[in-house]
């Protein structure tokens, strides 16, 4: 169903009267920036691309707690390194390596020198189960893993090649690390160097996308390319970024298409310092922050609520380095935003929205200290389009007014691992994506976030798929029937609930319930409450019905 946020916001009014980002007739929504050029040559990788531009950038990546640092003179030497190594290991054009390793310095060597090689790059929650590690092992075809040294034996236990990586310069000594030294202090000449194109696979990143279990994300050159261009460049176009002097700290896991695309590839190409921290702790961030005079942190929405909280508790002469603070991965309260601009009025802030079936882009807000348009998630990037359609209707609608947002552009995925059914349903024959979140534009052309369509949780940035703690949990002796969803939650943004049919005369309690589960997958998948319920609401479909369990949750808090 169709809503109207504003009377005033009439498309075929004066207001919208010659409107260039807008089309009555064809419900397509432009970006009000001007085009990007993107490469042309369909020979071209993301890694060639990255380092085919020109900066002033000295240190390239720093580990926040040793201070180890890889320069921008050494840095495409490692990766040619780790590529040229691999390739004599016998990893082929095509081949598909599960990154299980946390933020490191040496995170970008290893995602660049698959990539350079033509291999496929699968990142992994470090902290996952082996469960979970064997279900992205089969569906992927993985033949070599990267990770720590903790969690060899248990890879090997999947009869699968592991490659121990240390967590900086300091412990990297070919004595404990034999393999990764060989890897980074090899020849970096490539014979014969694969042939690799824009349009073939580079990584492979699991969503949960609307709805159902978790998906393996096809994700291209091009797609890196695209994002390189519209998302981490053109936002430094905006800003007047000088390589020299910024420094971005990188808390968000690379493991996630925010961080990976921030950290592990687009901020190469210009040239910025990246402060490496290998696990978010609110006061080693600020400690973090002005040790190495920090500009630019890019957060998740509980790492701003945590940041804005401690910062009221203490003096205001620390984080004078900070310039901007930009958001995203889960949507952000009023409140929130209010209670970080008051906290840090001289900090820029702004929000922006991408998936990974997008390769991160979508939306980026621009200049918010001018448009004071703090609770918006920005402008469409240059070279994507985007509709606002009714979900039961189709009918496309005009600003104004709520519906689902489409996205097309060159950074859409190419579609979803080994599931065709899947893939079709989220991207039609158009080219448009159907993202399954609920938004609607103001009358500057400024995306607004208002609710989701789809299922998954976002606890704390990570996304949960229900399904896969369903799958979890009716595998218990005890239940009958279970659906999972998200609760509003101040501190991580939403939290699961489970909401659990017994069976008759059974005993089995919350907590049983929860310990269940948390032995069996990753630590941030882990329900944090649970509902004891005489049945599962369904539509007559068979479809659970979320909103009616998310109301009755409403209810009872």
């Known amino acids: 169903m169709a809503t109207t946020v504003s009377n005033n916001l009439d498309s075929n009014g004066p207001e919208f009267a010659g409107c260039r980002w807008y089309s009555p007739e064809t419900g397509i929504y432009t970006s009000k920036h001007a085009p990007v050029e993107l490469p042309s040559d369909p020979f071209l990788d993301v890694v060639s691309y990255i380092f085919s531009h020109q900066h002033n950038g000295v240190s390239a990546l720093i580990d926040s707690s040793s201070g180890c640092s890889i320069s921008y003179s050494e840095l495409f030497s490692l990766v040619k390194s780790m590529a040229c190594g691999l390739q004599k290991m016998g990893v082929s054009k095509g081949d598909v390596v599960l990154l299980l390793i946390p933020n490191s ?57 592991v490659i121990e990586v240390p967590e900086n310069l300091k412990d990297l000594k070919y004595s404990d ?20 194109k824009q349009e073939d696979k580079a990584a492979i990143m699991y969503s949960s996308g609307t709805t159902g279990v978790s998906k393996g994300v096809i994700l291209t050159h091009k797609n890196f390319v695209s994002m390189v261009e519209l998302f981490v460049r053109f936002e430094a176009s905006q800003y007047e970024y000088s390589s020299s002097k910024n420094v971005f700290l990188a808390v968000l896991p690379m493991f996630h298409i925010y961080g990976l695309s921030l950290f592990a ?63 995203g991965a889960a949507p952000l309260s009023i409140k929130t935003i209010e209670g970080f601009i008051h906290t840090l009025p001289d900090v820029d802030f702004i929000q922006g929205y991408g998936m990974t079936e997008s390769t991160a882009v979508g939306t980026r807000g621009f200049n918010a200290e001018k448009f004071r348009n703090y609770s918006s998630i ?28 489409w996205l097309r552009g060159p950074s859409i995925m190419r579609g979803y691992l080994n599931n065709d059914e899947a893939t079709m349903s989220t ?43 369903e799958a979890v949990l009716i595998l218990h002796p005890d239940i009958v029937d279970v659906a999972v969803t998200g609760a509003n939650d101040e501190e991580t943004g939403e939290m699961p609930v489970a909401f659990v049919v017994r069976k008759v005369g059974s005993a089995l309690s919350q907590k049983a319930i929860m310990d269940y589960v948390a032995q069996q997958v990753a630590p941030y998948k882990k329900v944090r409450k649970v509902v004891f319920i005489d049945s599962i609401p369904r539509s007559a479909a068979g479809k659970i019905l979320r909103r009616q369990l998310r109301r009755c949750l409403a209810s009872k808090l």
């Open 105 to 161: 310095i040496y995170y970008p060597i290893v995602f660049l020198g698959v990539l350079y090689l033509g291999g496929i790059v699968t990142p992994l929650n470090p902290l996952s189960h082996i469960s979970e590690i064997r279900k992205q092992l089969s569906e992927c075809g993985v033949s070599l893993a990267f990770t720590l040294q903790e969690r060899v034996r248990k890879l090997q236990s999947l009869a699968i090649p």
């Open 177 to 196: 690390y034999p393999v990764f030294y060989n890897l980074v202090s090899g020849k970096s000449d490539l014979f014969p160097r694969p042939v690799i």
């Open 265 to 327: 590839a687009g901020l190469l190409s210009l040239g910025s310092t990246i402060i490496v921290m290998r696990t978010f702790n609110i006061d080693e961030v600020i400690k973090v922050i002005d040790n190495y005079r920090v500009t630019h942190f890019p957060v998740v929405p509980p790492i701003l609520t945590a940041l804005t909280k401690r910062v009221t508790d203490i003096n205001r002469s620390y984080l004078q380095s900070l310039i901007q603070v930009s958001c």
């Open 378 to 405: 920005g402008l469409l990037a240059p070279n994507m389009e985007a509709k606002v359609v009714d979900w039961k209707t189709g009918a496309f609608l005009p600003p104004g007014s709520i519906g689902e947002l």
């Open 427 to 469: 991207v039609d024959k158009d080219g448009w994506l159907h993202t399954g979140d609920v938004v609607w534009f103001d009358q500057d052309g400024y995306l607004h976030l208002s609710d989701r369509l789809k299922d998954i949780i976002k606890y704390k940035g990570y996304q949960i798929a229900p399904a896969d703690l």
